[in-house]
């Protein structure tokens, strides 16, 4: 457990009360001057500077992330197959890449090599300003209402930094980045979660739905934000428009910023269409929404995010921002400028990157999904994104999990299922709170956004491990 999220239930339950400005201010000193609770003790052998020097308690213990864990199983046990890790393994569109390499190469635009405006490269805000202004119904200002950031992970940290007081109550659905939790903690906030549970079988992603009563029951005087997701990851639920209502309603009853965390918009499988959240009646003013260039273009090294919504809420954001990132590579601004622009030129065809990123990975989705189901998984079928979550509890007769020393059953499974099959999953469990944990140890996240020749040998794989296994 974080130490400030400890402190801070401590001090409220001592005062009898919610959270109150003298709690706050103990909060603060315990967080300057107390040692972490739960850290192992510090070894004197190796320094004589004791615990001054210590990880201090907003970070927690120093835990590993599952993608730090997973990144070195794959290095040891060398997986023929990385369906865990989503990022594509083939070239993005050639028109990106090539705008990349004219800017490397002009010899007369010094200033595309230097830096750029710290709040966003100005073509690269004024072509995000044209693509999403008339998608919103609003005209928004370039240079007041987006923030270009190091990745939307950066984005997500700005605004939960920016807006996050001492004691605010963050609302979180699950499962989630697993890097929400940890960003609220930091801000000294306080995350509730609540849990998107499956109706039925959960043979698609529709069938994963929130307790909208209990829902209501979280928001109090002291929420200041619910996290939104939407199309989801992992699960793949693309919110309704009769969903967002409900949220977007308790946003508005109890004053309630809306994080509306959206780089997965352009990845929306028929009949689903994405609903940006910020549309709805009174929402603009009360939302930041969250897009990728990685998602978008498929190039996730570029790490190129950005928010957009009302000055006065992004205000907050270029604040963290200009005191952490400043600015973001100028290079690389300008490339996106250039992809947009072409993008924008080409919108209501085919050819658009808005609509063939959804096009060339429903068949990629539907290849995985069958296979699963052919070898004793039961997927849930997303409606948006590029992951699928599988139950594997049909086969835990096939696979002796004694080996494995894990806490969680997910994490046991998919680490030997990598030794066994040479296909490297990922365990949802990483994306649920502590309490909330035992809801994911059954499901094994798969990521489709790869080669067919390399989905067709995990498929392979699977199969050749599950004959064996009769």
Known sequence: MFRC????????????CAVQKNCELQ??????TSPPANRPPCDNSKSNMGDKFRLPGRFGTGEKSVWVEYI??????????????????????????????????????????????????????????????????????????ILVTSGAYEALYSAILGHTEIGDEVIVVEPFFDCYDFMIKCAGGIPRFIALQPKTD??????WDLDWDELASMFNKKTKIIILNTPHNPIGKVFSKEDLEKIANLCKKFNVLCLSDEVYEWIVYPPKQHIRIATLPDMWQRTITVGSA???FSVTGWKIGWAYGPAELIRNLQVVHQNCVYTCCTPIQEALAQAFEIELTRQDTPDSIFTVTSRELQPKRDFLVKALRENGFNPTVPEGGYFVVADWTKLKNKIDLSTEADKYADYKFTKKFAKETGVLTIPPTAFYSQE???????????????????????????????????
Not at 202 to 207: L, P, R, V
Not at 436 to 448: D, I, P, Q, T, V
């Open 436 to 470: 909330h944990k035992s809801l994911g140890e059954n499901y094994a996240r798969f990521c489709f956004i790869k080669k067919d020749e390399n989905l067709a040998l995990a498929a392979k794989l699977i199969s050749e491990w599950n004959s064996k296994k009769q």
């Open 294 to 296: 990685g998602k978008t």
């Open 202 to 207: 959960g043979a698609t992603s529709e069938d």
């Open 5 to 16: 999220s400890y402190v801070l239930t401590a001090a409220a339950k001592s005062h009898g």
């Open 72 to 145: 070195q199983l794959a290095l040891e046990y060398k997986p023929k197959v990385n369906l865990g890790q989503g990022f594509p393994d083939y070239q993005p569109p050639h028109h990106v890449a090539k705008a990349l390499t004219n800017i490397a190469s002009d010899g007369v635009n010094w200033s595309a090599h230097q830096y750029t405006r710290g709040f966003g490269h100005p073509r690269l805000v004024q072509a995000l300003s044209k693509v999403y202004s008339p998608r919103i119904g609003r005209e928004i200002d370039p240079m007041n209402e």
């Open 27 to 32: 909060l603060v000193k315990r967080l300057a």
